[in-house]
């Protein structure tokens, strides 16, 4: 498939590094508003720069669009890309408003093309392994948590303007570094059907506009969800998910998963941390994640993180 990515910054690097090795694709474009960065990734990759996603549109014939910028270009260079005709493979976040995604889901419904979202830690190891369990060992949901405890400094801001504001970011720890962990409990427990959240800046109110900490309480399936996160800590910790079932209570810290039983035995299945493409809190699951998405265009089965309506998929 011939395939072009907008946006050539750090996370468009691991999508470029992942495109190379597959069999069935071809790097034929490259889009930066500043040029030579999408020069740089041509030279690597092969392929043509274009300093605009509109002239590498009207040159290329795409059937894959990877969308690697800012976050409030997402939802309008996917709309840009669909009405192209071309699928479309974008980074998180999937919208920053609410308007911005109901226009991306009616888009979808009025085309044959598909829209997939890159949630790469639904494809780690040790979130399959607490899937598996849930879906045999563990009983029923008693309740979950999750906790998510980084490190992100002024000048993580400052650095890049986008960052930080509302219009251009569209939140902070949850919309930005979050947004995984509230995924993967979605992923493995399912929708939620209220929710009650609230949202504090703590350490960079005159840098950024957005909250560095969120906490929430969730209710998934009539069972209580505790969810807490941050970017005022020293450090980047693994993110923590705990489910508590009716058969045990099941912790999972990438790469591990530890199950406790109601006896107080406690059992640690070990998992490989397999090396990560960029930096290591991005996790290990985009070379699966973006292989999945080609792999659902040729079979037209449907691909986990899509929109409903593209294909007939629902």
């Not at 990877?66 to 999937?94: N, R």
């Not at 699966?288 to 998405?293: G, M, T, V, Y």
Request: hydrophobic share 35%; with cysteine; proline share 4%.
């Amino acid at each position: 498939m011939r395939t072009g990515i907008v946006g050539c910054g750090s996370i468009a690097a691991v999508h470029a590094f992942c495109l190379e090795q597959m069999d069935d694709c071809e790097l034929v474009g490259f889009a930066d508003v500043k040029k030579d960065r999408a020069e740089q990734f041509a030279r690597k990759y092969g392929g043509k720069a274009y300093d605009s996603l509109e002239g590498m549109l009207w040159q290329e014939s795409l059937d894959v669009l990877h969308i690697c910028t800012p976050h409030y270009l997402h939802v309008p260079m996917a709309l840009y890309g669909l009405s192209h005709s071309v699928h479309v493979f974008m980074e998180k976040p999937p919208a920053i408003s609410k308007e911005q995604l109901e226009e991306l889901e009616e888009a979808v419904k009025t085309t044959q093309k598909r829209m997939g979202f890159c949630f790469q830690n639904r494809y780690n190891p040790c979130v399959q392994t607490v899937r598996e369990l849930l879906q045999t060992e563990a009983g029923s949901v008693k309740g979950a948590r999750g906790l998510l405890t980084w490190s992100r400094s002024a000048e993580y801001y400052t650095e890049n303007a986008w960052r930080g504001r509302w219009k251009t970011e569209g939140g902070g720890a949850l919309m930005n570094q979050a947004i995984h962990t509230m995924d993967l409990l979605v992923y493995l427990l399912g929708s939620p059907q209220w929710v009650d959240a609230r949202m504090s800046n703590h350490h960079l109110k005159q840098v950024i506009e957005v909250e560095d900490s969120v906490e929430a309480q969730i209710r998934i399936a009539d069972r209580p969800v505790c969810f807490y996160a941050t970017t005022a800590y020293c450090a980047d910790m693994p993110p923590m998910i705990e489910i508590a079932c009716e058969n045990m209570t099941i912790r999972m810290e990438d790469p591990d998963v530890t199950i406790v039983y109601p006896d107080g035995r406690a059992e640690k299945k070990r998992g490989e941390r397999s090396v990560s493409i960029g930096k290591s809190c991005w996790g290990s699951g985009h070379m699966r994640c973006i292989a999945s998405f080609y792999e659902k265009l040729k079979t037209g089965e449907a691909f986990e993180a899509e929109l409903p309506g593209g294909c007939g998929i629902q």
